[in-house]
């Protein structure tokens, strides 16, 4: 009999947003968290943005001079998880997983900057882990003594790599062979090299107002607004959570993954793989409502809608949070369970905002906040490189 998974923590850092009681208020009212970055272009142009514009108190601590800005996101997403969770120096067997598509990438091109121009002696001595991806999981793992004898993995899956941890972890709980999983993810996708490959696809927009780009569920949309952050939850098997007597905020009770084995530049176009997904976490559950990747890109949208339809109806909800947060690549689905958790606890179903919904009006999109009973959640997620992932969350197990 597989053991059951369940969650006993969770933090988060966003763009404004600095712990769970703020992402709580934001979900609840609405409230866009983006901004509107001058100079980012290629050709100084503005960009809307999911930015962190607070100083990190991890930046200040000399124990982590030169650890990455993921790293350093990480790390006070996994703090508030942690605490919560009540989890300091455990005896229980233990993995970190925490996924990214973007970590690095700018230490990397600071780093590639200085030496082309000639400035080799300004490039640090801790540069190699600085751009070593595997420091984003590493890091955490051992800033907080979890690293020694333990499983430390860090996975690098696009867009889909934090909720693709989320699977790995609930496997591995499900198998025995860990306890307890610190599983997230980290994002710092503010580097030349991602800006301009998505302006050149037209998936971004420069100079334009807040609303005008990211639009969830929105045939007037084709593109979406990029954002930073970390998100970390922490998952054990019920057994070690009642043994410590710990608080449970959700069981997963479904998790299904795959790759669309089509091109590292396509996807699946009919969102075939993606419904293989959602059918087989979903099963025969009853869903109150989906939380969505939908993050204004009309081809992902339309198919999380025609998904959404095909196995749960016009009856059953379904909502995006990236009108309020963005989308910050591996962190959107850890995100989207988190708001998932606080839905459960909180009883309502956050919003779809900054859209006119338009070519979406057959679909239940919830467009202002609705209170009421919340039992089963499914969360989807996918993104470059092919990977899908659908992930439920339950209050019962």
Do not use: W
């Amino acid at each position: 009999m597989k053991n059951k998974t369940v969650i006993t923590g969770f933090g988060l850092r966003l763009p404004k947003i600095q712990n769970v009681v703020q992402f709580e208020k934001v979900l609840r009212n609405g409230i866009c968290t983006q901004s509107i970055v001058t100079g980012i272009g290629p050709k100084r142009e503005s960009l809307v943005c999911g930015i962190i514009e607070e100083e990190l108190e991890e930046a200040r601590e000399r124990k982590l001079r030169g650890y990455p800005r993921a790293a350093l996101l990480g790390i006070a997403a996994a703090k508030e998880a942690l605490e919560q969770a009540q989890i300091a120096s455990p005896k229980a067997r233990l993995a970190v997983i925490i996924g990214t598509s973007t970590s690095s990438l700018p230490e990397i091109e600071q780093c590639s900057y200085l030496y082309k121009s000639n400035q080799y002696n300004k490039i640090s001595a801790f540069n190699a882990g600085m751009t070593n991806i595997h420091s984003l999981s590493s890091g955490i793992a051992n800033y907080f003594g979890l690293g020694d004898g333990n499983l430390v993995f860090t996975l690098t899956n696009g867009c889909s790599s934090g909720s693709d941890a989320i699977f790995l972890g609930k496997t591995l709980l499900e198998n025995g062979t860990v306890d307890i999983c610190i599983v997230g993810a980290a994002e710092t996708p503010f580097c030349d090299s991602a800006i301009v490959s998505f302006a050149k696809q037209k998936a971004i927009k420069f100079n334009v107002n807040i609303g005008e780009t990211g639009n969830p569920f929105s045939k007037n949309s084709n593109s979406f607004v990029i954002s930073e952050g970390a998100a970390v939850i922490v998952m054990e098997t019920e057994q070690q959570a009642n043994k410590e007597n710990k608080h449970i905020y959700g069981y997963l009770t479904g998790a299904a993954a795959n790759n669309d084995g089509v091109s590292i530049h396509q996807m699946d176009e009919n969102g075939e793989r993606l419904y293989q997904t959602f059918d087989q976490a979903v099963g025969s559950r009853k869903i109150t409502y989906t939380n969505s990747l939908a993050l204004g890109l009309d081809l992902q949208d339309e198919n999380e809608a025609k998904n959404h339809m095909k196995k749960l109806g016009a009856h059953t909800p379904i909502t995006s949070i990236k009108g309020m947060i963005g989308h910050p690549f591996a962190v959107s689905g850890v995100a989207q369970l988190i708001s998932s958790l606080i839905s459960l606890r909180d009883h309502f179903i956050p919003p779809t905002t900054l859209s006119d919904f338009k070519g979406y009006e057959h679909v239940n999109i919830v467009k202002e906040t609705m209170h009421g009973d919340i039992q089963n959640i499914a969360i989807t997620s996918h993104g470059y490189g092919g990977n899908n992932n659908t992930i439920v969350v339950s209050k019962v197990g």
